[in-house]
């Protein structure tokens, strides 16, 4: 790995880089916009969208509901997004048996 302020080798697992100090980011983890199957009220569209930002559920769910009641388009919006944003896929637990 490189560093990306000053292009030294960085070792792996080094939190900065030897020849400049630069923190080392983690391992970036790709967000995607998933509807998950829990903590959904209709769809889970305002979950998603809650994850994704990392914000809190109900903030979003409050600011559909005033551009539903306000704007008039949440509501097209919603449904819209209901059909794009693909759902979690499930977790399947596999449980082995005792020897």
Sequence with gaps: MYC???GAQIGEGAVRCPACGKMVPAIAVEKRLVRP???RKIAGVC??????????????????????????SGLLAYVIAWIVIPEEPETVVVMRPQV
């Design 4 to 6: 990306n302020q000053c």
């Design 37 to 39: 199957r829990h903590d």
């Design 47 to 72: 979950a998603a969208v809650a994850n994704y930002f990392e914000i809190d559920v109900m903030l979003v769910r409050l600011i559909w509901l005033l551009a539903v009641i306000f704007a008039g």
